[in-house]
């Protein structure tokens, strides 16, 4: 996935106008128009940067006469202290976009640092990991960037773009235990379109999986009924169908314990619903 400039340049000045609005006030009546100074973003923790193109838009954006120059590229390993771009120009644009330019590196790179220690442990049992819509609003597209650079891989980016049945939906529509429900939804949705159901329990599974949908959530089970659900899907079906990919309940210390049930797939919200910043500032070089 490549960044769409366009797209994000929309965030971008939003981003700004939220934080310097009217004008910087202190560094308008502190710093000398003209004043130029040198200055260094440091990452002040191991990450996997993320955001690096991003961070010189934005200043771009502010004054295009700075010149930004990365040290390091989106999706490579960062070691504590490494500076991961060199600036150099007006010192009142540097210092107004500083806050803006450290909260994207540092709130993406931490998305991707966050899904490479997940992938690490996943993908030596051929098992990837995937996102979800649990995203900041206006940023989904942002944090779905993140998590590829990191080496995870996207869920659906919307409501729009692949059906997902979930608990409420069965609830609401009174389709539980329907046999037919599957082959009627694929008839009423036009285009190429994943349909994927969420069961919670052995029995929603056997039922879903006699109805042979695209993919199967596994929602909040354990690893053992996991395994139980792929033993009993590879007897059935020859080959990966339909996908299953296990959710809920999973974290950085029991992924390992889920990828080696044999699920196609994990997805987990809190990559991107309550993931660490990174720590990285900028520093005017004396």
Known sequence: MELDKTRTLKIIKAALKEDIGIGDITTMNTIPKLESVKASVVANEDCILCGIDIAEWIINTVDYSVRFKPQASDGQHICTGKEVAFVEGHAKAILSAERTILNFLCFLSGIATTVNM?????????????????????????EKYAVEVGGGCNHRFGLWDQVLVK???????????????????????????????EV??????EDMLAQNPDII?????????????????????????????????INIDNVEE?????????????LTDSVKSVDMSLEIRG
């Open 167 to 197: 608990d409420n939906h069965i609830k609401a529509a009174g389709i539980s235990g329907r046999k037919n429900f599957i082959s009627d939804l694929r008839k009423k949705i036009t285009g190429d379109v994943m349909i994927e159901v």
């Open 258 to 270: 889920y990828a080696k049930t044999g699920v196609d797939r994990i997805s987990i919200g809190s």
């Open 118 to 142: 997940f992938v690490q442990k996943a993908e030596k049992y051929g098992v990837k990991i995937y996102d979800t819509r649990k995203t900041y609003p206006l940023l989904r597209y942002l």
């Open 200 to 205: 919670q329990n052995m029995e929603q599974f």
């Open 217 to 249: 959530m596994l929602d909040n089970m354990s690893a053992e009924e996991v395994k139980k659900t792929v033993e009993l899907r590879n007897k059935i079906s020859a080959g990966q169908v339909p996908i299953l990919e296990a959710s809920g309940g």
